[in-house]
């Protein structure tokens, strides 16, 4: 993939990754233009306002995230392909817009449903699972799955002792879910 280094490209990067760390309410334009090594004028003129600034860097996020469900992975590696393959900053961003009750969240969770909800499809379709009692309900419990790794990351890797995101942290997850899946545990 090639890096976008315009100036526009930088700020917006920026702009994502103290988002992410900070929330948007608790970002400036100078912030933000000192991070980036530009002026505030230089931000304004690109995006017009921070509120201009904000709705490109949603853009950036939900059409990166956009990009990996069309490229469709296996469910069982969106999680790690998402930390993988998202731009800095993504994954906190993304909780924070999951969280928020953000349009642009709301979105993507809606998306990344309904890939989920295809996925399942094509599986049952292929034999390889069952469409159980409630198929919608089903695919909801998959994609809530990766959507745990990433909403409690943090505190995950606290009581794992692991990043639940890294290569360690995602195959000691998903080699329990398969456990879990297989054995009918919660019969």
Do not use: C
């Amino acid at each position: 993939m090639h890096a976008d280094l315009t100036a526009r490209a930088v700020i917006r990067d920026r702009a994502l990754e103290l988002f992410a760390a900070r929330g948007p309410d608790g970002v400036s334009v100078r912030a933000v233009a000192a991070a980036a090594g530009v002026s505030p004028a230089l931000v304004i003129h690109h995006f017009g306002s921070k509120d201009g600034l904000r709705a490109a860097v949603d853009d950036h996020v939900a059409a990166a995230f956009d990009g990996l469900l069309g490229e469709a992975p296996d469910a069982a590696s969106l999680a790690e392909t998402m930390l993988r393959e998202l731009p800095a900053g993504s994954p906190a961003y993304l909780r924070r817009l999951l969280l928020s009750g953000d349009p642009a969240g709301t979105a993507i969770f809606r998306r990344w449903y309904e890939v989920t909800r295809s996925a399942t499809q094509a599986m049952i379709a292929a034999g390889t699972m069952t469409e159980g009692r409630d198929p919608v309900v089903r695919a909801a419990f998959l994609m809530v799955n990766d959507l745990v790794l990433l909403l409690v990351r943090d505190q995950l890797a606290e009581v794992l002792g692991v990043d639940p995101l890294g290569a360690e942290g995602m195959a000691r997850w998903a080699g329990e879910a398969l456990t879990v899946y297989r054995e009918g545990i919660f019969r």
